[in-house]
């Protein structure tokens, strides 16, 4: 009997297709399965209220469902969007709104108002033009929606400004080189990502692009995934020095990919990473809190590595939502986000929402690449005077929700750059003022408890 029961083990060890023996440093505090069909769930995003609570944004078949989680004795749905049947639905958020794509003819861009959360949410405008209708991705930096894929041009990216009125959206600039199936936008420079290779249409390579004039965005360098490559996202590091990259497609096996992008004229692979003992499952998106990386890992379910050394990444803990196999099929995780609070939300495409909870990870109490300031302060733009972007520098000693507006000379708020809950830390966001005349002008960053206001001053 023990002889069986041996073999057995080793060959339960031994398979990469049997699921991982047990989960490993991370805990589930709920599972969420409410909308389930025959088109599954897709992505995942979190959003943080002023006040602090905190919601999860599913992506589900017939639309988009919001969960309170803030208590996570009583995590619930306070309400649900519907929208277009769709296999891939995405979202992202500024300020107290969400933007929600998805692949669906005719979809467009759903505007959503949070500011009656925890009650309900309201469909403020489904926002098209003329020869666009729907996104495959949307990325988000600063006031400025980037839209990836989908129907418009040759599914490169285009930009659209929130900074005068986040229901409004005004389109700006325009990237159509190559077909672009998500990027990773970090101080107006965009990490596109073209996932097909030269058999499928493309070059399988991220495009480095400068977004520092919103209306003509402009190839910097780029490079190709090699080996097998088919990036799908990516994710920077805080210090800018290494870019990770998801292989979705092409070749076996798909390899979360560790680039030196220190030298843009000679960008090194640093490193490849694939979860412990699993070689099958193929990894699908990644995204960078302080020294984590949470990856969504379809098959093998959430990963988290510790990168702190990013050409030596080290996995601590993980939690498998498709325990069935860790087969090579799109099937599992698909997306991931980590709130300030460490709580980590997974969209698992069969079975819905997961909220989930790792001692391992402990966000503001360690960053190697920035001290936590002691006092909130707003420096001096850069450059000043300024001709039409400029640089806002701002520090937070907490995790705390933040304004920066911008004012005439007579009071009027004119522009929203920066409105979310944020983490302590040295930040940084630049402001485009292309639509205004030249004059002086003011801008506030406030928190609960401080308020602070430079002058700036626009020469065209």
């Excluded at 992506?59 to 769709?86: K, M, Q, R, W």
């Excluded at 001096?380 to 004012?407: D, M």
């Excluded at 004119?414 to 966001?429: L, P």
Aim: proline share 5%; net charge neutral; charged share 15%.
């Amino acid at each position: 009997m023990k002889k069986t029961l041996y073999i057995f083990l080793l060959i339960l060890l031994t398979c990469p297709l049997f699921a991982q023996l047990g989960n490993s440093n991370m805990r589930l505090l709920v599972n969420k399965n409410e909308h389930f069909s025959s088109t599954l769930y897709s992505a995942i995003w979190g959003y943080t209220a002023e006040n602090g609570r905190e919601y999860a944004i599913l992506g589900c078949p017939g639309g988009t469902a919001f969960y309170d989680i803030t208590d996570t004795t009583n995590i619930h749905e306070v309400d649900f969007l519907p929208g277009l049947t769709s296999s891939w639905r995405e979202m992202k958020t500024f300020g107290k709104f969400a933007y929600i794509v998805s692949e669906a003819t005719g979809s467009g861009l759903q505007i959503v108002n949070l500011k009656y959360l925890p009650d309900s949410v309201s469909l403020v405008a489904t926002y098209t033009f003329t020869g666009y209708n729907r996104t495959h991705t949307i990325s988000q930096s600063g006031p400025y929606l980037y839209m990836n894929g989908g129907n418009y041009g040759m599914g490169g990216i285009f930009v659209l400004d929130l900074t005068t009125n986040p229901v409004a959206p005004v389109k700006r600039g325009e990237w159509e080189t190559e077909y672009i199936h998500d990027c990773r936008v970090v101080n107006d420079t965009i990490f596109g990502c073209n996932i097909y290779d030269a058999g499928g249409g493309g070059t399988g390579s991220i495009y480095v692009i400068s977004a520092v004039n919103k209306d003509s965005l402009r190839t910097v360098a780029s490079w190709v995934n090699n080996p097998n490559p088919g990036p799908h996202n990516c994710a920077i590091t805080t210090d800018r020095k290494y870019a990770l990259v998801t292989d979705e497609i092409n070749g076996n096996p798909r390899l979360l990919k560790v680039w030196d992008i220190q030298n843009l004229s000679n960008v090194t692979l640093s490193a490849t990473w694939q979860p412990t003992g699993i070689t099958t499952s193929i990894v699908h998106n990644v995204e960078i809190y302080e020294h984590f990386a949470v990856v969504a890992h379809y098959t093998a379910g959430v990963r988290i590595l510790d990168i702190t050394t990013p050409s030596a990444p080290m996995e601590i803990a993980w939690y498998d939502t498709y325990p069935s196999n860790n087969g090579f099929t799109y099937d599992g995780c698909w997306g991931v986000y980590m709130f300030p609070s460490g709580k980590i939300v997974a969209s698992d495409r069969q079975t819905g929402l997961y909220v989930l909870k790792s001692s391992s990870v402990v966000l503001g109490n360690h960053n190697q690449n920035q001290n936590i300031p002691e006092e909130f302060s707003l420096n001096q733009n850069y450059p000043n005077p300024f001709n039409p972007v400029t640089r806002i520098e701002y520090s937070l000693p907490k995790n705390t929700y933040t304004t920066i507006k911008v004012y005439n000379a007579l009071g009027k708020e004119i522009a929203t750059v920066v409105d979310k809950f944020e983490t302590a830390g040295n930040h940084v966001v630049s402001y485009d003022a292309s639509n205004l005349p030249s004059g002086i002008y003011f801008y506030t960053m406030k928190t609960p408890g401080y308020s602070q206001t430079r002058k700036m001053a626009l020469v065209k």
